[in-house]
């Protein structure tokens, strides 16, 4: 949705899941992209983490930090 100019650093979208169930959609369901190494390392189940959508990816990582860099492939537009 957004252009390559996309500077803001507070623009990237902040999904939050209540209870994560696969469920079946007319759209394509986004891939779980998994957490953040920084995440990670923290060494929690995942649960208070905030996904972020990667376009690059088509799909959404988890951080407990306001990170904006997607873990799979370095994306930093959203
Ligand atoms: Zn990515």
Same mark, same amino acid.
């Given at each position: 949705?957004?252009?390559?100019?996309?500077?803001?650093?507070? /623009?990237?979208?902040?999904?939050?899941?209540?209870?994560?169930?696969?469920?079946?959609?007319?759209?394509?369901?986004?891939?779980?992209?998994?957490?953040?190494?920084?995440?990670?390392?923290?060494?929690?189940?995942?649960?208070?983490?905030?996904?972020?959508?990667?376009?690059?990816?088509? /799909?959404?990582?988890?951080?407990?930090?306001?990170?904006?860099?997607?873990?799979?492939?370095?994306?930093?537009?959203?």
């Amino acid at each position: 949705m957004s252009g390559p100019s996309d500077d803001d650093e507070g /623009g990237d979208c902040v999904i939050r899941f209540p209870q994560s169930r696969t469920r079946p959609g007319p759209a394509e369901p986004a891939r779980n992209l998994g957490l953040t190494p920084l995440s990670r390392a923290v060494g929690s189940s995942g649960r208070a983490a905030k996904g972020h959508w990667c376009s690059r990816c088509r /799909g959404i990582w988890y951080s407990y930090f306001l990170e904006a860099e997607c873990p799979v492939c370095g994306n930093r537009q959203g």
